[in-house]
């Protein structure tokens, strides 16, 4: 079995310990420096003498250390308490709300329709309009999906109703040429 070097030294310390430790002294001859009286004197108790009375009252709490703020029955457990309910003041009631405001009428959408040109024929007005992919050509008194009907045609003015809410709406058409 071989041993490292730092087992032989930790053995070593060990060894001068145990020495150490059997061979001190018991007792110090002296001390290195002198003792020190305390400063404030040591309580005493006083044991009354056979022809003294024992203390029979004890002094209340605010007597001897002062009423505090800390004297509630939140946070002392051991302050006064009564048993009689606190009355609790009535609850002060919000205001009432206000009523909404009335909802604005309703109206009717943005028109869904570009408009791609118009042709007097037979002296009526045809006017081409698009809607996504769709092309439609329209002359007055037509219904568009009963949703629009055209009402007139006199350039520069398209007049369109939106039939669900009846209201009225116009599309720029162009000067009559």
Known sequence: MKLSVRTGIYGMLLMGAVAAVLFAPSKPDHLSTPLVEATRPIPSIKIPAANEEPLLALLPREDLLGRTAEDTAEKNPFSKQSWTPIEKPEPVKPAPLPPPPPLPAPTAPA?????????????????????????????EKDVIDNTYRIDSIAPPMLMLTYLPLNQSQQLAVGHAQ
């Open 111 to 139: 028109l869904p329709f570009v408009f791609l040109g118009k042709k007097l024929e037979a002296e009526r007005w045809e006017v081409y309009l698009s809607r996504g992919e769709h092309t439609l050509i329209v002359r």
